[in-house]
């Protein structure tokens, strides 16, 4: 039996569309952008909205290392006397000085103190660089 023209029509559509669907999913395959990481990108996007060739987990580490450069600096200008007001003290023994000029909080050690001192005291101090940031050394009412 021979087929109508409707059906011959109908056929030439589906094999249309098959066709197409495969070169679709070569182009896929050929286009594929999953999987790449932020390194195979050229330029990123800093905390500010600018665009950077820094990568995002190097961003921070600039910016810490040229907070403790210029912390650092401010330190030789300042002949390592530092003066703060004392806003927790803990019972184990260590607490936190809040820097009068930047507003930071330095740690200190009981260990460290040439005083008693206590919560909301007003003290001068020198600071000392460790791996874990700074510590308040020769802690003074």
């Known amino acids: 039996m021979a087929e109508s023209f409707t059906k011959k029509e109908y ?53 810490d290392l040229a907070r403790a450069k210029k912390a650092q600096e401010s330190a030789a200008r300042h002949n390592d006397d530092f003066t703060g007001i004392v806003t927790y003290l803990s019972e184990k023994g260590f607490g936190f000085i809040t820097e009068d000029g930047s507003g930071e909080n330095v740690f200190f050690h009981v260990g460290q103190l040439s005083q008693t001192i206590e919560k909301h005291n007003k003290v001068s101090y020198k600071k000392e660089l460790t791996p874990r940031g700074y510590q308040a050394i020769e802690v003074k009412k």
């Open 11 to 63: 056929t030439k559509k589906k094999i249309k569309k098959l066709k197409d669907k495969q070169l679709r999913r070569e182009d896929r395959k050929d286009n594929n952008n999953k999987g790449k990481t932020l390194d195979d990108m050229i330029v990123y996007v800093d905390v500010n909205g600018h665009f950077t060739e820094v990568p995002p987990h190097l961003q921070n580490r600039d910016a």
